[in-house]
């Protein structure tokens, strides 16, 4: 017997961190490149650049309850912060943070996996999967969508489980752990 769960997970609330700190290290850059420049096209092109995310940053707060705002708000600034960087760094720079771009893009989208199996409790998270034999554990319980992991090493992870299309009884996931628990104690 085994049963899944996928926990909700915080990814969602990082890569928005992520995406607000680009901006922030965009506008600054931009800012010294503003400073530095004796160039009054490079100054001006750097101007029309701040409007640009100026305009998008008011757009976004007045849309920002729509759905998938967000997402195409940081598209689009993606867009401007890699035409940014080819013009006035390189394609080096621009490829540089492209690759960081995606890699928060990939990182988005991943979920914590928790499958409960007969001889253990496999853990699936963001870059690796780790694998617990019951002897590990201290109580694994489901209440109310929230799944708590005890761990003999005084760890504890809890958090809520995604609704799925597999409606698990939770009477049953907890008799099934407990019988697991005790049959290893």
Do not use: P
Not at 12 to 27: D, E, G, I
Not at 96 to 103: D, G, N
Not at 155 to 168: C, F, N, Y
């Amino acid at each position: 017997m085994e049963y899944r769960f996928t926990l909700k997970d915080n990814n969602q609330k990082a890569f928005r961190s992520f995406v607000w700190f680009l901006f922030f290290l965009h506008l600054i850059a931009a800012a010294i490149l503003v400073l530095k420049t004796m160039d009054k096209y490079v100054k001006l092109d750097v101007y029309i650049l701040l409007c640009f995310y100026a305009v998008i940053c008011v757009v976004y707060f007045i849309f920002q309850k729509k759905r998938k705002a967000f997402e195409n708000f940081s598209y689009l600034m993606a867009l401007l912060y890699a035409s940014f960087w080819m013009k006035h760094v390189g394609m080096i720079a621009m490829f540089i943070f492209l690759a960081i771009f995606v890699f928060g893009l990939s990182i988005q989208n991943k979920k914590t996996k928790v499958i409960v199996l007969t001889n253990g409790l496999k853990l699936t998270r963001l870059f690796k999967t780790v694998f617990y034999d019951w002897d590990k554990l201290e109580n694994v319980v489901l209440k109310d969508n929230l799944l708590t992991i005890d761990f003999k090493t005084n760890k504890l992870v809890q958090a809520e489980i995604e609704e799925s299309k597999d409606v698990i009884e939770e009477h049953n996931f907890n008799r099934f752990c407990k019988a697991n628990l005790t049959h290893v104690a």
